[in-house]
């Protein structure tokens, strides 16, 4: 059996399937996917940590789909900015993981994590998934992993 490490960016994911199909994306269907017939070495969705009641529900339900929660802070900058990306975090959980799945996979259309891909493929020799809204996943990303499947319709929640 293949084991798989998961790394879901939550606000790339929500941000493109909203702005794709308006609609939300159905990490149960995604949970099922990406793991049929695959152990779970590690399973982590990283979002940015408002503080509301709405979204800690969300949190509760991707715990009880099986994921472990990652929070940052939500930073507003003086200027009316907003700060607060899991880029970095993400990066060094996965190559950190690297060693212990045979499939890596990513959930994000940023084209930051091409460099990441690549470094897993080749370096660790793992297969990389990656997971995206096609027209919004940066080409760069998409050529650099192993396998690229796109968010649909199967993916969303109706």
């Not at 609609?23 to 503080?51: H, L, M, P």
């Not at 969300?58 to 003086?78: C, E, H, T, Y």
């Not at 993400?90 to 045979?102: F, K, T």
Request: with cysteine.
């Amino acid at each position: 059996m293949l084991k798989v490490a998961i790394f879901v960016d939550v606000q790339n994911v929500y941000y493109t399937v909203r702005e794709a199909y308006r609609k939300n994306f159905d990490y149960n269907k995604f949970w099922t996917q990406a793991t049929d017939n695959r152990e779970v070495v590690s399973a982590f969705c990283y979002a940015i940590d408002r503080g509301d009641q709405k979204q800690r529900e969300f949190q509760n339900i991707l715990r009880a789909i099986g994921f472990d929660v990652k929070l940052k802070p939500f930073i507003q900058r003086s200027d009316g900015s907003a700060k607060g990306d899991w880029d970095v975090g993400i990066a060094l959980d996965a190559i950190e993981l690297a060693e212990q799945a045979d499939v890596i996979v990513l959930v994000s259309g940023d084209g930051d994590f091409d460099l990441l891909a690549n470094k897993i493929r080749v370096k660790h020799g793992k297969k990389v998934e990656v997971y995206g809204v096609p027209q919004l996943t940066a080409a760069s990303l998409i050529n650099e992993a192993s396998e690229f499947i796109a968010i649909d319709k199967s993916l969303l929640l109706s």
